[in-house]
Nanobody
Framework: VQLQASGGGLVQAGDSLRLSCTAS????????MGWFRQAPGKEREVVGV????????NYEDSVKGRFTISRDNAGNTVYLQMNSLKPEDTAVYYC????????????????WGQGTLVTVSS
């Protein structure tokens, strides 16, 4: 499956952004989806994940209550709505697909998008 992420940009602290990731090549609803991020000098970390049907989600603690992951299986797209952004959210954000129903483990994801940069200024 091929993934194309978009929606990043430069925003101020407290602003919102919505990231999108469109999939092609395989049946989208067969894949659990996740958003990860990687800040300069840091390892890539999970942000939020969503199950095949979208019925189950899980988030990294620092984004709970601020970020929402969702998916549109008819449109082959997964979203990450990011509210109340903080400077520490600055990173390259990646979408990824796993054949598992749901996973927070980076190594479970075989397919990755190219990344989109989110920069939050204070």
């Amino acid at each position: 499956v091929q993934l194309q992420a978009s929606g990043g940009g430069l925003v101020q602290a407290g602003d919102s952004l919505r990231l999108s990731c469109t999939a092609s090549g395989r049946t989208f609803s067969n894949y659990g989806m996740g958003w990860f991020r990687q800040a300069p000098g840091k390892e890539r970390e999970v942000v939020g994940v969503i199950s095949w049907s979208g019925g189950i989600t899980n988030y990294e603690d620092s984004v709970k209550g601020r970020f929402t992951i969702s998916r549109d299986n008819a449109g082959n797209t997964v979203y990450l709505q990011m509210n109340s952004l903080k400077p520490e959210d600055t990173a390259v954000y990646y979408c990824a697909a796993t054949s598992r129903r749901l996973s927070v483990l980076r190594n479970d994801y075989a397919y990755w998008g190219q990344g989109t940069l989110v920069t939050v200024s204070s």
